[in-house]
């Protein structure tokens, strides 16, 4: 069955760095476009960036362009989300999603804060 496992999130300062990954099981990983999402309290579900299979495209949202960078590894069946000068605003709990599904992951809980 198909599974994805969000890890890497965590408490961090304003400024600062996390680095998010998705292991992705039971699906042909390398064939499928893959996306970020998150969820802020009392927020909708929002989509933060998408890859395509082979990684060629990525497309961001305007709030986390050119901090934010997608990636994946295919041999390793996981995609990563780089997040970099993070604000309190990017507080949310990050989804992974194989696109277009109704597949995803659990969450990891990133926390924003001084």
């Known amino acids: 069955q198909v599974q994805l496992v969000e890890s890497g999130g965590g408490l961090v300062q304003p400024g600062g760095s996390l680095r998010l990954s998705c292991a992705a099981s039971g699906f042909t990983f390398s064939i499928y476009s893959m996306s970020w999402h998150r969820q802020a309290p009392g927020k909708e579900r929002e989509l933060v960036a998408y890859?395509?299979?082979?990684?060629?495209?990525?497309n961001y949202a305007d709030s986390v362009k050119g901090r934010f960078t997608i990636s994946r590894d295919n041999a390793k069946n996981t995609m990563y989300l780089q997040m970099n000068s993070l604000k309190p605003d990017d507080t949310a709990v990050y989804y992974c999603?194989?696109?277009?599904?109704?597949?995803w992951g659990q969450g990891t809980q990133v926390t924003v804060s001084s």
């Open positions: 999603n194989r696109r277009n599904s109704d597949y």
């Open positions: 890859i395509s299979s082979a990684g060629g495209f990525t």
